[in-house]
């Protein structure tokens, strides 16, 4: 019997093969934590008696979540993070305004073959890149600060097939809002998820990311595709080697194949408090909006800014609504700067923010007020998800969110003439 | 490994930003006061009410959500001695035993169980009593190697004393 990519991956870095079921214990590629996550960290490493770092050039320290720095209980963790950076010679350190965690990982650091883990859920988003990467929690994190070492139960693959190409307006984020709704919030709880099939193939690298980024929304550990010449020419255009790209066997057995026909798809929503929640648009058309968020991990890149502005042109947005704006990391916001698009969203009245999530997270940044609606293309509507309980919380693609900002109620794009 | 107290029930898809809202996580690292505001989206005078030992039962999917392992600390800093769900996500599962809180997954006790009843788990042996109802319900005993971090009180006192892994 042949093996499935999750297989390959962990079976090439151990040396030795292991299937589905066996509990491994493997190094670790690359470790990240960011200021939500790398203060209890150290403080863990610490408690379990750690003095150097097992393998700090492994490690990457982000401070994205509260940046800048919203108060000074914040920035006494943040230099917390700082100075343990310095004292263990952690050099892939970014601090505020470098962008998102997950961002600042695939743009510079993951190559395929690799395994990752972060001290945040959506480290999965690093399987559209053929690596194994998932998330952990922050003793986790200590311990792999520590031992260089990970244990992990080799996961099934709930093995997802995309088929037809994407009518117009619809974008990878409406196909894998659509996957959720199907699969629910569980579907893939302890599975590893790997998506396949034509559409994923015709999508760029920036809309797989979209996709394996939502894994964990169905309890997925990671959410891998398979490397190609598109993931290839990605990491060299970045000035990086093309890792150890593995494919699956033909004949691998896979916990459950789903297949998905995407060539008539609506554009959809996930409407709050879940992220399975998913509608297609116009079931909830016209509904009032206060706020709209295009950002995050999920929907920050260049492609979504591109997709946004190409409808803000020369448009203002609707006066009642806020529209923040935050890129996914300093060279997206500088590349956007270059071609235009920086102008395009200030003169259509949106709001530019430095990278990071502090929208996302509700942390200290756009926070709603209560019985407020906020369109969002981030990957979470839980309750109280941006920092206030009593704000509805709906989740869409750039697209239906820069339309929908124009007129200032949930909009389908679909029909919408730039 | 035994743990006896009432429980406290709770329904599907109990996310991380219901046990303790993202708002707080980034505030501050001390858990005793962190714990105050745990699962106060459903009920405010939560951590006044439960007393060490407690359990805590809910339905599938318990823990979905971010990576805080914030979650499990503050609901063992609150005493609950372990928590019984139809199924957990992922991520909560490990952190739950890297904090050294017990998590069990039994459909049946989930559903068996009424909030208040008197509950006894045998971690060793798979058996969950329910004293109130006089009924037996059994799960599939915790992996070995992850009950010795349990044991161990957690992954910090395990390295602290293995300084490596010994699975
Ligand atoms: S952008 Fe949002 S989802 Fe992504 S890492 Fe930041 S807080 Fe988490």
Redesign the pocket.
Known sequence: MGLTLAEKILSEALGRRVEAGDLIVVNVDLVMA?D?TAPLAIKSFREMGGERVKHPERVVFVI??IAPSSSEDVSKLHKLMRDFASEQGIENFYDVGEG????LLAERHVEPGMIVVGG???TCMHGALGAFATGVGSTEVAAVLKTGKIWFKVPETLKIQVEGSLPPMVTPKDVILHIIGEVKADGATYKAVEYGGETVRQMSVEGRLTLS?MAVEMGGKTGLIEPDEKTLEYLKSRGRGPGKPLKGDRDAEHAETLNFDVSRLEPQVAAPPTVDNVKPVSEVEGLEIDQVFL????N?RLEDRRLAASILKGRKIHPRVRMLV?P?SRTVYLQALREGLVEVFLEAGCVLCNP??????G?HQGVPAPGEVVLST???NFVGRMGCPEADIYLASPATAAVSALTGKITNPAGWKP | MKVKGQAWKFGDDINTDIIIS?KYKFKTLDMRELAKHAMEALDPKFSEKVKPGDILVAGKNFGCG?SREHAPRVLKELGIGVIIAKSFARIFYRNAVNVGLPVVESPEASARISEGDQVEVDLEKGLIRNLTKGETYSFKPIPPALMEILREGGLVEYLRKAGDYKL
């Open positions: 960011h939500g994205d979540h998102v965690c997950h961002q945040d859920s959506h980024n950002g995050s991990c999920t920050a935050v996914a990071g999530c502090g929208v996302c997270v942390g981030s990957n979470r | 993202g971010s």
